[in-house]
């Protein structure tokens, strides 16, 4: 079955380091997407890419990096990890350019920061 | 720019009552509008979607109606169950500025008792 594959599930760091999140999919999907969800918040966008070697800063870029060296991948990295509640970080991606065309999302990886 | 507002949660049911979560967004032109939902551990899920006013998308016995002259997007269902129990998310993309993000509203946990 085609999908998203986030690993791990859940991650812990100390504070200052940097994370590397995983993203992976099957689904043949242009553009793929991070997004930021914090507790009792909705998901604010971190990063997004809609062709291989090309990626655009969503609305909270600063303390993150991102890589789109293959259509299938698209890894996230924490730079310098802050501590903060735990937040869940989802990556989805979606055909193309259609804003019509819904995303199609991971399970999440919750990361915590000590 | 463009954005969505969410009534605030949670909302608390016992079963078999008629659910309505309310979404309201700001966005020129005709954007798409979509519901996802996120079951406990699980990554978010497309419910419905409706990509022009007046449209009505339907999925799982939840409803929603594209309705440009309110710019609503409310979320129905006539009788909800114990496993509807999970976080809903409004969202939009395109509109004026054909913008291929999404945006998501805060989300609104609803909890569903026998």
């Known amino acids: 079955d085609g999908g998203i594959t986030q690993s791990p599930k859940y991650l812990f760091r100390k504070e200052g380091q940097n994370v590397t999140l995983s993203c992976e999919q099957n689904?043949?999907?242009?553009?793929m997407y991070w997004y930021r969800q914090d507790p009792g918040q909705g998901l604010r966008l971190i990063y997004y890419s809609q062709i291989v070697n090309d990626f655009q800063k969503g609305d909270i870029a600063e303390g993150y990096s991102v890589s789109r060296e293959k259509k299938e991948s698209f890894p996230l990295t924490v730079t310098s990890a802050q501590k903060n509640p735990p937040a869940f970080y989802h990556c989805?991606?979606?055909?193309?350019?259609?804003?019509?065309?819904?995303?199609?999302f991971g399970n999440g990886t919750r990361l915590t920061v000590t | 720019g463009n954005s969505v507002t969410q009534m605030e949660g949670p909302v608390t049911l016992s079963e078999e009552a008629f659910l309505t979560i309310n979404c309201t967004y700001t966005a020129t032109g005709y954007p798409s509008l979509f519901w996802y939902v996120q079951y406990p551990g699980e990554g978010l899920q497309l419910l419905l979607k409706a990509t022009k006013a007046d449209d009505k998308g339907s999925n799982k016995g939840f409803e929603a109606t594209y309705r440009k002259e309110t710019t609503s997007f409310h979320l129905e269902k006539g009788s909800v169950q114990v496993s509807d129990s999970a976080v809903y998310f409004c969202?939009?993309?395109?509109?004026?500025?054909?913008?291929?993000?999404?945006?998501f509203g805060t989300g609104t946990r609803l909890q569903v008792f026998p």
């Open positions: 689904l043949n999907h242009d553009a």
């Open positions: 969202a939009l993309s395109g509109g004026s500025y054909n913008t291929d993000k999404l945006i």
């Open positions: 989805a991606s979606r055909t193309g350019n259609s804003y019509n065309s819904p995303l199609h």
